[in-house]
């Protein structure tokens, strides 16, 4: 059974910095792009960040430059360094495996 979970979400204020961590199950992550998608109420799921197998990033253009995707294969995980926040930022992260397996979900929520 393939895993997918991630950690790190929480309440930041605006400006500041958070760090999501999306562990995998170990079988399959190397040889997977990862992503994190986010979602907030009422509105479609959308791409933030991925990653391929071989370390090729790519960022949605309303977080490049404050985003961070990276991925250690030996532990299999992949995180999101998210520094400069904004309100616009609360949502619900996704991290999905190969587009196919997703995790739960982890709350962002930037607010004074």
């Known amino acids: 059974q393939v895993q997918v979970v991630e950690s790190g979400g929480g309440l930041v204020q605006p400006g500041g910095s958070l760090r999501l961590s999306c562990a995998a199950s170990e079988s399959i992550f190397s040889r997977n792009a990862m992503a994190w998608f986010r979602q907030t109420p009422g509105k479609q799921r959308e791409l933030v960040a991925s990653?391929?197998?071989?370390?090729?990033?790519n960022y949605a253009n309303f977080v490049k430059g404050r985003f961070t995707i990276s991925r250690d294969n030996a532990k299999s995980t992949v995180y999101l360094q998210m520094n400069s926040l904004e309100p616009e930022d609360t949502a619900v992260y996704y991290c999905?495996?190969?587009?196919?397996?997703w995790g739960q979900g982890t709350q962002v929520t930037v607010s004074s």
């Open positions: 999905t495996l190969a587009y196919h397996y």
């Open positions: 990653v391929t197998r071989d370390g090729n990033t």
